[in-house]
């Protein structure tokens, strides 16, 4: 379906076109389409725009990622379709791993979701093949197996669109969790050493930007804006940006 760029709701519809195409192409899973529908439920809550809340979070988020060892983007049907070039680009950039990683398991689609990923600018793609596989303890999903060499040994895991399961665990594994969550009462939310409340269209150019900026920062101006970043303070100022954009409309 072609959307003119007039419609005033031109965004929101070309992002459902993506995730649809998405979905013929067998990148996204029929409940990626039912989880983005609650996504945007929320999204409609922040009023459809960034908070500043989530740019803190987001300031923090880049600064955990620049200061990694081995920092690691996890990949999933969702983030593939919606996001393609800025997550390589975000990858690059920090430099970060990429590693496919999903919820509704299938070696087919781990290697779609791989070659689409290459497609749009990788040059390695890690999770898309059965060797080099441990478990994470703790989760009872297929997203427990995650490769040996990116999720298993990064100390810094960007999760966009996570389940709360697996957040928990990365981080009893003493990994530091990033989440990418519209929910900010979500498990993942919650679980998170870092959760920006924001829709994944905004969020992933906005890392890329970001980095961009702090790029240059020495190591202790970066530890210095990770540490002074409290996630249970910070998902509280969300609600009450949502609480505030919902009292515009009595
Ligand atoms: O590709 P797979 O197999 O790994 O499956 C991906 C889905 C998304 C289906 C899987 O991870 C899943 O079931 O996710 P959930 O638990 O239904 O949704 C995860 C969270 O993502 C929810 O809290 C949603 O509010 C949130 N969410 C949905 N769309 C967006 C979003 N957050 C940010 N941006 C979005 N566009």
Known sequence: MRISHNHPRFISLETRERLVRGFQSGVVVSQGLIAHGRGEAFDYLLGEVTPESSRVATKAAVALLLSAKNPIISVNGNTAALVPRDIVR?????PAGLEVNLFHRSLAREQRIASFLKRNGASQVLGANSSARIRIPGVASPRRSVDAKGIGDADVVLVPLEDGDRAEALRKTGKIVIAID???????????????????IRVIPELVRMTLRMKPLSKSRLNAIASSFDNERNLARVMKDMIRYMQGWT
């Open 90 to 94: 975000l990858s690059r950039l920090i």
């Open 182 to 200: 519209l929910n900010p009462m979500s498990r993942t939310s919650q679980a998170a050493t870092v959760t920006i409340v924001d829709n994944i």
